[in-house]
Protein backbone atom coordinates (compact mmCIF):
# COMPACT_ATOMS: atom_id res chain seq x y z
CA UNK A 1 0.00 0.00 0.00
CA UNK A 2 3.14 2.45 0.26
CA UNK A 3 3.38 2.73 -3.56
CA UNK A 4 -0.26 3.32 -3.27
CA UNK A 5 -0.23 6.08 -1.27
CA UNK A 6 3.26 7.36 -2.02
CA UNK A 7 2.36 7.25 -6.08
CA UNK A 8 -1.02 9.06 -4.71
CA UNK A 9 -2.88 5.78 -6.74
CA UNK A 10 -6.39 5.12 -6.94
CA UNK A 11 -7.64 1.46 -5.78
CA UNK A 12 -11.01 0.08 -7.25
CA UNK A 13 -12.85 -2.72 -6.96
CA UNK A 14 -15.99 -4.54 -4.80
CA UNK A 15 -15.91 -7.04 -2.23
CA UNK A 16 -19.31 -8.31 -3.19
CA UNK A 17 -20.54 -9.47 -0.14
CA UNK A 18 -20.59 -9.49 3.87
CA UNK A 19 -18.75 -11.79 5.55
CA UNK A 20 -21.95 -12.96 7.60
CA UNK A 21 -23.22 -14.50 3.95
CA UNK A 22 -20.23 -16.50 3.30
CA UNK A 23 -20.79 -20.02 5.60
CA UNK A 24 -24.30 -20.02 3.94
CA UNK A 25 -22.40 -19.81 0.88
CA UNK A 26 -19.76 -22.43 1.69
CA UNK A 27 -22.44 -24.63 3.02
CA UNK A 28 -23.88 -24.55 -0.39
CA UNK A 29 -20.42 -25.08 -2.35
CA UNK A 30 -20.23 -28.44 0.32
CA UNK A 31 -23.65 -29.67 -0.83
CA UNK A 32 -22.96 -29.30 -4.44
CA UNK A 33 -26.34 -27.06 -5.02
CA UNK A 34 -23.88 -24.04 -5.72
CA UNK A 35 -21.19 -24.55 -8.61
CA UNK A 36 -18.57 -22.07 -8.69
CA UNK A 37 -16.67 -24.06 -10.63
CA UNK A 38 -18.94 -23.47 -13.70
CA UNK A 39 -18.23 -19.88 -14.10
CA UNK A 40 -14.30 -20.74 -15.00
CA UNK A 41 -14.40 -21.26 -18.83
CA UNK A 42 -10.45 -21.83 -19.43
CA UNK A 43 -7.39 -22.30 -17.75
CA UNK A 44 -3.96 -21.11 -19.20
CA UNK A 45 -0.27 -21.07 -17.89
CA UNK A 46 1.78 -17.65 -17.16
CA UNK A 47 3.27 -16.96 -20.37
CA UNK A 48 -0.60 -16.83 -21.87
CA UNK A 49 -1.63 -14.43 -19.27
CA UNK A 50 -0.59 -11.44 -21.38
CA UNK A 51 -2.60 -12.26 -24.65
CA UNK A 52 -5.76 -13.04 -22.45
CA UNK A 53 -5.16 -9.63 -20.38
CA UNK A 54 -5.23 -8.20 -24.36
CA UNK A 55 -8.53 -9.71 -25.41
CA UNK A 56 -10.25 -8.50 -22.72
CA UNK A 57 -10.17 -5.14 -24.21
CA UNK A 58 -11.52 -6.45 -27.79
CA UNK A 59 -14.21 -8.65 -26.56
CA UNK A 60 -12.13 -11.76 -25.48
CA UNK A 61 -14.02 -15.20 -24.31
CA UNK A 62 -16.72 -14.75 -22.08
CA UNK A 63 -16.32 -16.37 -18.20
CA UNK A 64 -13.22 -16.47 -15.93
CA UNK A 65 -9.92 -17.37 -16.72
CA UNK A 66 -7.52 -19.11 -13.93
CA UNK A 67 -4.16 -18.38 -14.39
CA UNK A 68 -1.85 -21.81 -13.30
CA UNK A 69 1.61 -20.33 -13.06
CA UNK A 70 3.33 -23.94 -13.15
CA UNK A 71 1.06 -24.89 -16.47
Do not use: C, K, N, Q
Not at 13 to 36: E, I
Amino acid sequence: MSRVIGWELEVRGSHGMAATDYPAMLARVAAGTLRPDRLVTRTIGLAEAPAALAAMGVGGPAGITVIEPGR
